[in-house]
């Protein structure tokens, strides 16, 4: 998925912070901020993960994060007085292959010259309201800039695994009103994302019908000079005995990660509406490490910025955090 220089993509979703355990006393979200700001001052809002987050780890965080090559941090982070934080994030890929540039009028190629202790490198802006951007329900208001290895998922599992670490660190307790003893509680953010309308009633109807895999690195095809000219590679698989709700997104999360290990880098999914209707969905980039979201969440464009934006900037970007804070102010995150 390569980012354009001038605009973003942004993924407006809830966050709520739940208590583990339940009974645990309640943390409000500009407490739990407060926690991870404490955090990336200390200097250890880092940590080094595997390729993959296991699913469990997708969901909330709670198994030991799976060592590896790969590192996620928070790189800038800021607690505004209108209760908003912004939060840079960093993503370093040590398994993705070294970019390689071509020259626009003389074809010539170099390559970027990633060492082996490195990582192709991506920064995320994720903004989050405590005070006066909430749902109806009370939730905080979430927006996460969209980059490849980034996804909603991914970034909540790790600050989920640093919150847990903050509270083991300070000692959080509550005492339990059946045993009258001290218990260790923790805060854990809980996501949920704001789902298409289209897409979520193709889903939940069980029309899903084909997972088609595009890879834009050709093989050799039918070709005549001057006339014909391979320009993608497709091949479709049929779904039969279509999956519902979670069992979907689960196909697709298969699905996924097969077509990225195969060097496919987009999907797309076709959905039968009658007997004699078809529909296609938008195609998602293999890279996104969130199928659910590529899917299934509506994002916003931002646009209109004054100078190219870095794929990797080390310190929060003025512009694109006044630009996604309108998408708050007007509104555009569904209440």
Not at 56 to 71: H, R, Y
Not at 114 to 138: C, F, Y
Not at 183 to 212: F, M, N, V, W
Request: proline fraction near 4%; aromatic fraction near 6%.
């Amino acid at each position: 998925m390569a980012l354009g220089k001038y605009e973003r993509h942004v993924l407006p979703f809830y966050l709520h912070v739940a208590m583990v355990p339940e009974e645990a006393n309640a943390v409000s979200m500009a407490d739990a901020l407060k926690m991870l700001k404490a955090v990336y001052d200390d200097g250890k809002a880092y940590m080094l993960i595997g390729e993959h987050i296991a699913k469990d780890e997708e969901e909330d965080g709670e198994a030991e994060p799976a060592k590896g090559d790969n590192a996620i941090l928070i790189r800038d982070m800021k607690i505004e007085r209108d209760g908003v934080a912004t939060l840079l994030l960093h993503h370093a890929d040590a398994h993705a292959a070294d970019p390689a540039l071509m020259h626009i009028r003389n074809g010539k190629i170099r390559s970027a010259g990633k060492k082996a202790n490195e990582g192709v490198a991506h920064a995320a802006h994720l903004l989050i309201s405590t005070e006066k951007h909430l749902s109806v329900s009370g939730q905080s208001c979430a927006l996460l800039e969209r980059v490849p290895n980034l996804g909603r998922a991914t970034v909540i599992a790790f600050l989920n695994r640093l919150l847990r670490i903050k509270a083991k660190n300070d000692d959080m307790e509550f005492k339990d009103n059946k045993t009258r003893r001290l218990k260790r509680a923790r805060p854990k953010l809980e996501s949920y994302q704001q789902l298409s309308p289209h897409l979520k009633t193709d889903l939940e109807s069980g029309k899903l019908s084909s997972i088609e895999l595009v890879r834009r690195l050709v093989v050799h095809g039918f070709e005549e000079d001057n006339v014909v000219l391979p320009v993608t590679h497709t091949i479709v698989h049929k779904v039969v005995n279509a999956p519902t709700g979670q069992r979907a997104f689960d196909l697709i999360q298969r699905a996924k990660i097969w077509a990225k290990g195969h060097n496919f880098e987009e999907i797309q999914l076709r959905f039968r509406k009658t007997a004699t209707s078809q529909h296609l969905s938008p195609r998602f980039a293999t890279d996104i490490s969130d199928a659910k979201d590529a899917v299934y969440s509506r994002f916003e464009l931002i646009s209109g910025f004054r100078s190219p934006l870095p794929q990797c900037p080390t310190a929060i970007v003025d512009e694109v955090r006044r630009k996604m804070l309108d998408l708050f102010v007007h509104r555009n995150v569904e209440r």
